[in-house]
């Protein structure tokens, strides 16, 4: 398991790169719903981790 400072990081990038992706092709692109999903997922378990 990564620890929060790691995971906090990797959140950060693929929220950004997940900008640049919606920006890029806009939000209908599979490509940057499937990046929102990876944001989604790395959020929660960023949350998840804080709150425990």
């Known amino acids: 398991m990564p620890n929060i400072f ?3 990081l990797r959140f950060k ?3 950004a790169r997940l900008i640049d ?3 890029k092709y806009g939000l ?3 490509r940057a719903i499937a990046q929102s999903h990876k944001v989604d997922k ?3 378990e960023l949350q998840r ?3 425990g």
Do not use: E, V
Request: net charge positive; no cysteine.
């Open 49 to 51: 981790r804080m709150a």
């Open 6 to 8: 790691k995971l906090n």
């Open 13 to 15: 990038l693929a929220q």
């Open 28 to 30: 209908a692109d599979p």
């Open 42 to 44: 790395l959020h929660t």
């Open 21 to 23: 992706m919606a920006m």
